[in-house]
């Protein structure tokens, strides 16, 4: 069968199971936010929380991410649930470090007039540190998507499902028709989500440069 | 609203080096501007900050008022103290009207207030009303700081600290800043505390002028009598070798001026105008005598009279 007759055959399954990856990607980067940012936060105020969760994220990152979903089937079993649990952890990493390093670097003059001013540790963080540090948490947050479009395609070993159920059936029936199918839409919305989240942090932070409307 | 300013024997000591703030007493009356004047390093940076206690004094206490401020809750000392920095601070992700929000909406105050006062304040520091929508990085220096003086006056707080205010901006800018601030000044009368290493600066804008070095008060005076009897060498080489040029920039006709009727031909001078402009009127004409607008005279005698006062 040629590629163009398969897609045309397929093609509403081939824009279900990317569907379904999307979800599965953006879910676990969502949950790796709720958990990173306050974890940022947390390294940002305190030293030894620092060193700790700094450390841990980055020794999870080293992992091999393969070998992540393969240690989630002795804790956790297969499926959706150890799936995502793994993407998360993986996308720990960036999404903390740069929560740490955005509030890190904001200018200490800016931090000390928002003291002097009589704000109130949360209210500095709330009001005045996040907002400074969001372009480069929204950087971070950019590469924790486009790696975990990239690495939901795994999940397929532990039977999340996913656009790795495609590749990997084509793999091993050596159908290169199933394999350009699985891998095509990976790459259009690894970039897709790339090139939308660049636009969105450039808009973010010209918005502070210019008047506003 | 103006309160008094009183240091009483503040020292503050950093660990392992000789005191930045060494016995310092001093009293900042209510309503005047103290310029805190000195090369850098010696300390008054350290004595501003301890007034809102971003710095901590080792011993010594300072007065807000009657109020011991170590007694005072930390958060309501600082809303009260106004606090202008040098690149002047404005928030890069706050509108300038967000920006002049920050203190008031700190105590509470509700959305008309505040948007009534932010009117009031832009007008204070004349910048047009369409300003406020408008982000800090798409505005000039002087203009920022015009914002800044806005934001820290948002609150009407008693006092005010400015630390090296107008240390970026260009000279030309920084005069007329300078002229600003003394106009908002005779129109608000708080107790401003400015902090430079510009004598030129401390004596334009100081009711009294506090000369530190290396921690210890070495003069604290009016500008005028710092110009005419700089207590050390120090001082005057802080004033520089034009001190007595600087002084006639500073006196007015007035101050030395006589009763007797001017001869009849000779040129006019305003009684406030400088000494400065009034000697240079009498290089440029070849006269030794001006009139006085409004009466009396000015003779080349009483220029004289100037340094002694």
Not at chain 1, 8 to 13: L, N, S
Not at chain 1, 58 to 82: C, E, K, N, R, W
Not at chain 2, 227 to 255: C, M
Not at chain 2, 278 to 283: E, G, N, S
Request: hydrophobic fraction near 50%.
């Amino acid at each position: 069968m040629s590629l163009y007759d398969f897609l045309a055959t397929r093609w509403e399954d081939i824009l279900a199971v990317s569907w379904w990856h999307l979800r599965l990607s953006l879910m676990a980067v969502g949950l790796a936010l709720g958990i990173g940012l306050p974890l940022g936060v947390l390294s940002h105020m305190n030293r030894l929380a620092a060193a700790l969760v700094l450390n841990t994220v980055s020794i999870i990152y080293t992992v091999p991410t393969l070998a992540l979903f393969g240690l989630m089937i002795p804790l956790l079993g297969i499926g959706v649930i150890p799936a995502i649990v793994a993407v998360v952890l993986y996308s720990l990493l960036p999404v903390v470090q740069n929560t740490y390093t955005g509030l890190a670097n904001i200018d200490p003059n800016l931090r000390e007039v928002a003291v002097g001013m009589g704000m109130g540790r949360l209210t500095r963080l709330f009001r005045v540190e996040l907002p400074l540090a969001l372009p480069v948490i929204f950087a971070g947050l950019r590469v924790a998507v486009v790696n975990a479009i990239g690495m939901v395609t795994l999940a397929s070993l532990i039977a999340a499902g996913g656009l790795g159920d495609l590749i990997f059936r084509g793999i091993s029936i050596m159908s290169w028709n199933l394999v350009i199918a699985g891998s095509v839409p990976v790459l259009v919305m690894a970039l897709g989500a790339d090139f939308l989240l660049k636009l969105a942090e450039q808009r973010l932070s010209r918005s502070r440069e210019v008047a506003a409307p | 609203m103006a309160l008094q300013v009183e240091f009483r024997d503040v020292t503050k000591e950093f660990p392992g080096t000789p005191p930045a703030v060494d016995r310092l007493s001093l009293t900042i009356e209510a309503g005047s501007i103290l310029a805190l004047v000195g090369p850098s390093g010696c300390g008054k940076t350290t004595t501003m900050k301890m007034i809102n206690r971003l710095i901590e004094p080792s011993s010594g206490e300072i007065y807000l008022g009657d109020a011991p401020i170590s007694h005072m809750p930390l958060k309501e000392l600082r809303r009260m103290i106004g606090y202008v920095i040098q690149y002047v601070g404005l928030f890069p992700h706050m509108s300038v009207a967000e920006n002049i929000a920050i203190v008031p909406k700190l105590l509470g105050w509700n959305k008309a207030r505040i948007d009534a006062r932010i009117d009031e304040l832009l007008a204070l520091v004349g910048l047009p009303p369409e300003h406020r929508a408008r982000y800090p990085r798409s505005l000039s220096g002087g203009q920022q700081q015009r914002v800044g003086v806005a934001r820290a006056l948002a609150a009407d707080p008693p006092v005010l600290l400015m630390d090296e205010p107008f240390g970026a901006l260009d000279p030309i800018t920084r005069v007329r800043i300078q002229d600003e601030l003394l106009a908002i000044q005779s129109k608000v009368r708080k107790t401003i505390v400015i902090v430079t290493h510009d004598m030129d600066e401390a004596i334009r804008l100081g009711d009294k002028v506090a000369v530190l070095r290396a921690g210890r008060l070495v003069q604290h005076e009016p500008p005028v009598d710092i110009l005419r009897h700089p207590k050390d060498a120090f001082v005057a080489e802080l004033i520089g070798h034009d001190r007595l040029v600087k002084l006639l920039s500073t006196l007015p006709v007035a101050s030395v001026m006589s009763e007797d009727a001017a001869p009849g031909e000779a040129p006019a001078v305003g009684r406030e105008a400088t000494l400065e402009t009034a000697f240079l009127r009498m290089l440029d004409t070849g006269r030794d005598a001006l009139a006085v607008e409004g009466g009396g005279s000015l003779h080349i005698r009483d220029l004289l009279r100037a340094s002694i006062g």
